[in-house]
C-alpha cells in the first residue's frame, strides 16, 4: 500500500466551479502535511501547509482529519489557471522528508 | 521565494557515460539538499538527503555508488548518475530546505532536470 494515496482524476470542471480532492495517508506518525502544485514538466510549488485546525488562503481552503488520516483541498470560484496536479505531502518530521502522493489532475474549462 | 537552480535543464546522453547535475540555492545558505526522482504519471521519489560537509544519506533501493553525491558547500549540491542506462531516463528535481533568513520554512525546489539515455 503506498503511504500517501490520492485520485488520479482528472477533474474536469468549468470556471468557476468548486472542487475537492481528497488523500489518505498510512503512516499515523506523520506530523507535517502539505499540498504542492505541479504544472506539466514542472517542479513542484508549495500550495499551502494543512494545521489541523483547517485553514484558508482565499479561494483554497485544506483540512486535515488525523483520526481518519485524510486530508482534503477545496478549491472555489476554479480558475483556467488552477489546471494543474495537485499533490498531496506528508512528512514525519516536518520538512526534513517529505513523502508525495502520485498527485491528482484538475482540469479547468471555460 | 527563495530560489533554487539546476542544471543542465535537459541531457541527452549514451549509455555508460556519467552525467553531473548540479543544483544550486541562489539567495540562501542551504545545509540540507534533497535528490528526487519522478517518472511518468508517478511521484515524486526521494532519492537521498545531502547534508553539506558530510555523507549523503540514501533512501533504500538507491544505489550510492551508481548516484554520487557531494554536497562541498551551502549553496552547491552536485548528482552524479554514473554508467547511465536507459531505464536511469528520468526528470530528477533537488530541493533545498530552508529554516530561516526571511523565507517561509518549506523545501523549495528547482526546476528539475531531464535525462534521456539513449
Known amino acids: 500500500r503506498k503511504e500517501v494515496e490520492q485520485d488520479p482524476g482528472p477533474f474536469n470542471v468549468p470556471e468557476g466551479a468548486t472542487v475537492a480532492f481528497n488523500c489518505t495517508y498510512s503512516?499515523?506518525?506523520?506530523?507535517?502535511f502539505f499540498w504542492y502544485r505541479q504544472d506539466c514538466r514542472k517542479e513542484p510549488k508549495l500550495l499551502m501547509s494543512v494545521y489541523s485546525s483547517g485553514n484558508e488562503d482565499g479561494r483554497f481552503t485544506a483540512q486535515l482529519n488525523r483520526a481518519s488520516q485524510y486530508i482534503s483541498l477545496l478549491i472555489r470560484d476554479s480558475k483556467l489557471s488552477d489546471s494543474a496536479t495537485y499533490l498531496c505531502v506528508v512528512s514525519r518530521t516536518g520538512f526534513q522528508k517529505l513523502v508525495f502522493g502520485t498527485g491528482t489532475r484538475l482540469l479547468v474549462s471555460p | 521565494g527563495a530560489v533554487v537552480s539546476q542544471h543542465p535543464s535537459r541531457v541527452i546522453c549514451k549509455s555508460g557515460t556519467s552525467v553531473k547535475i548540479e543544483c544550486r540555492s541562489l539567495?540562501?545558505?542551504?545545509?540540507?539538499m534533497f535528490w528526487y526522482r519522478q517518472f511518468p504519471k508517478q511521484s515524486l521519489m526521494l532519492m537521498a538527503t545531502?547534508?553539506?560537509?558530510?555523507?549523503?544519506?540514501?533512501e533504500q533501493g538507491v544505489e550510492k555508488d551508481k548516484f554520487l553525491i557531494n554536497h562541498a558547500s551551502l549553496t552547491l549540491s552536485t548528482l552524479t548518475v554514473t554508467s547511465a542506462h536507459p531505464e536511469d531516463s528520468s526528470f530528477y528535481i533537488c530541493s533545498a530546505r530552508v529554516l530561516a533568513g526571511g523565507f517561509e520554512e518549506t523545501q523549495y525546489f528547482g526546476p528539475g532536470t531531464r535525462l534521456l539515455v539513449l
Open positions: 503512516n499515523s506518525a506523520s506530523q507535517s
Open positions: 539567495d540562501f545558505q542551504a545545509t540540507t
Open positions: 545531502s547534508n553539506e560537509g558530510s555523507k549523503a544519506t540514501y
